[in-house]
Nanobody, 123 residues
């Protein structure tokens, strides 16, 4: 069982940066791949980024490639999403997710989800 809790969202101006955090519980969390997804009002949830449990692979959606970075601190059971050069189109609720399925891909079944944190980018 894995529980996830996001933090770090807020209001930022276009061009600014935010770092989201996802705190995970569970002694075997190191074995889980992790990802970030987002959902804007009136839109379906979409993939943002993932990092394999080993750290050997990452994957980013085209619309965040080069601007966002996913990372982990396994000692602290934390997953981060560093977001730079934010635009109003990045406004959404951002959720972290975890899966024990290997290899994890953006279309995998992500069994564990946090409640999400709101990111609002003003123009």
């Amino acid at each position: 069982q894995v529980r996830l809790l996001e933090s770090g969202g807020g209001l930022v101006q276009a061009g600014g940066s935010l770092r989201l955090s996802c705190a995970a519980s569970g002694r075997t969390f190191i074995s889980y791949s992790t990802a970030w997804f987002r959902q804007a009002p009136g839109k379906e949830r979409e993939f943002v980024a993932l990092r394999s449990w080993s750290g050997s692979s990452t994957d980013y959606a085209d619309y965040v490639q080069g601007r966002f970075t996913i990372s982990r601190d396994n000692a602290q059971n934390l997953v981060y999403l560093q977001m730079n050069s934010l635009t109003p189109e990045d406004t959404a609720v951002y959720s972290c997710a975890a899966t024990y399925y290997h290899p994890a891909t953006r279309s995998s079944t992500w069994a564990y989800w946090g409640q999400g944190t709101q990111v609002t980018v003003s123009s």
